[in-house]
């Protein structure tokens, strides 16, 4: 019997000396829609009864000014004296509200498209507490954290915008907080970001700080990088007055609109799935009709953010397969209306940087991408049922999100990817093996994401470098971050004039 050569050993050398592929495999930006959690009859059945909410149950609370454009354009006061949508009416609103639109980062390479198809992964949150870095103990989260969040997040090629993930605990007065969210925001990254306020006054000024930062009045208008949160639905079926006022800055200073609604299942919506996405879809629908009621057309993202409270204890539960299910269905019906769609993932449970963590943000970021939502929101950072962030789950998360996104891009099926000729000329003229060869090597650089944070070692070599986890490694990547000199996003000059003019802490 002939002896065939192996090869293996170099073959593996060639491999890892093989040129690093300068395009990633798992690019954000996948298209997604893989994972369906409803039949079409179960769809259809949801959306029926989120039609009929709207019309026969109908909104309370409802503003003065929303209310008088609701009955001039055909709306009407149903029996119960609420603000009654008939379906033609939503339908038509549907029809007319945007259905795409171009998400700008301060620079152009940031630029994301929104709507279609298409998942980005991005962060959201509001928490109070951070997990520090040395104590590696939770204490108040302070400007200066977000801050580093930000700075941190604008080397992470998976967040593709930023939301402050943070409150500024420190800060006493509510427009000082999100005037410095706002001037942390632009200091820290040129990737498009967003923001809530807490009233409709504090929009101008921020905005005028924008144009300030772009180079002259007007120019945030023209290419508006900061999108703004709102919720205009108080569950269940209750307008916010205080969320319309808001929504009514950000149209006139053209600031695209993310409406969340963010219901908890048992407790302000039904505990049943099925009710759960019937009451949120009415509600979601509700704020989209809001929006387009003043300005039709207006970059609008429907976020509808099913909750899940533990039914125990009444806790706040922010990852398991129930929440993870129902983000992808809502992501699923807004991608079967046509709308720019986000839901909410990877709000870890877990209190530390361990295996709880990486299981949960993991199933939830896995279901949500498949989904095909366009938008999804605390995919990164956050911990301890959102009321913690981390900045090693940051650089995590980052990670996991690249095998994410190769998931959800699948794999191609042809001549070339099939190999038949490969694999005959193996076994039959060549080495017995597909090690280094031109099948394996173009594979390589085109169908497999190598990371570089997780461990691939042998146990003997894991052990000679000390035996790192993935904590330790993690904290050691975000040092390497904040420790290098901070890129200049805003100049010096604009800066000085920025601090002049309001109260800057950072």
Not at 365 to 390: F, K, Q, R
Not at 425 to 443: I, K, N, S
């Amino acid at each position: 019997m002939s002896k065939r050569k192996t090869g293996g050993r170099a073959g593996r050398i060639a491999m890892r000396q093989a040129p690093v592929q300068q395009h990633l495999p798992a690019a954000p930006g996948q298209i997604g829609g893989q994972y369906k959690p409803l039949n079409n009859k179960e769809l259809q059945d949801i959306l029926n009864a989120a039609f009929e909410i709207l019309e026969d149950i109908g909104m309370a609370e409802v503003p003065d000014v929303v209310m008088q454009k609701a009955l001039e354009q055909g709306c009407h006061i149903n029996e119960l004296g609420r603000l009654s949508y008939p379906r033609a009416f939503v339908e038509d609103i549907i029809d007319k509200a945007c259905k795409s639109f171009t998400f700008y980062g301060r620079d152009p390479k940031h630029d994301i498209q929104v709507g279609g198809d298409k998942v980005w992964f991005g962060t959201g949150g509001a928490a109070v507490q951070t997990l520090d870095l040395d104590t590696g103990l939770y204490r108040p989260s302070t400007l200066q954290d977000l801050g580093q969040f930000t700075r941190l997040i604008d080397k992470l090629e998976n967040i593709n915008w930023f939301v402050r993930c943070c409150i500024a605990t420190d800060i006493p007065d509510n427009f000082d907080v999100e005037m410095n969210t706002a001037f942390a925001l632009v200091k820290g990254t040129t990737k498009p970001v967003g923001m809530s306020f807490t009233i409709g006054e504090y929009v101008a000024p921020i905005v005028e700080m924008f144009d300030m930062v772009l180079g002259g009045e007007g120019r945030f208008k023209e290419r508006p990088f900061c999108k703004v949160h709102i919720s205009p639905v108080i569950s269940p079926l209750r307008y916010g007055e205080d969320a319309v006022d808001v929504m009514l800055a950000a149209l006139e200073n053209n600031m695209p609109i993310n409406e969340i609604i963010a219901a908890q299942s048992g407790a302000t919506a039904p505990a049943t799935p099925a009710g759960m996405l019937a009451q949120t879809t009415a509600e979601t629908l509700a704020g989209l009709i809001l929006v387009n009621l003043f300005k039709p057309g207006h970059p609008t993202i429907f976020s509808n953010w099913p909750f899940v409270l533990d039914l125990r204890t009444g806790a706040f539960c922010g990852s398991g397969g129930e929440i993870s299910m129902m983000n992808a269905a809502a992501a699923q019906i807004g991608n079967h209306l046509g709308l720019p769609t986000g839901v909410a993932s990877s709000m870890a449970d877990a209190k530390a940087v361990d295996a709880q963590m990486g299981a949960e943000k993991s199933l939830s970021a896995l279901a949500c991408g498949l989904s095909g939502a366009n938008m999804i929101y605390e995919s990164a950072g956050m911990m301890a049922s959102l009321l913690g962030v981390s900045f090693e789950a940051f650089v995590l998360d980052n990670e996991m999100l690249s095998n994410v996104h190769r998931t959800i891009r699948g794999f191609e099926v042809n001549e070339d990817t099939l190999g038949v000729a490969t694999i005959k000329e193996v076994v039959t003229t060549g080495e017995g093996h597909f090690l280094g060869g031109p099948h394996t090597m173009g594979a390589m650089e085109r169908d497999y994401y190598y990371p570089k944070l997780a461990n691939r070692d042998t146990p003997r070599e894991w052990n000679d470098k000390g035996a790192p986890d993935a904590w330790s490694v993690a904290r050691e990547k975000v040092r390497q971050i904040l420790n290098a000199e901070p890129d200049e996003y805003v100049s010096s000059e604009v800066e000085k004039a920025i601090r002049s003019k309001w109260n800057i802490l950072l």
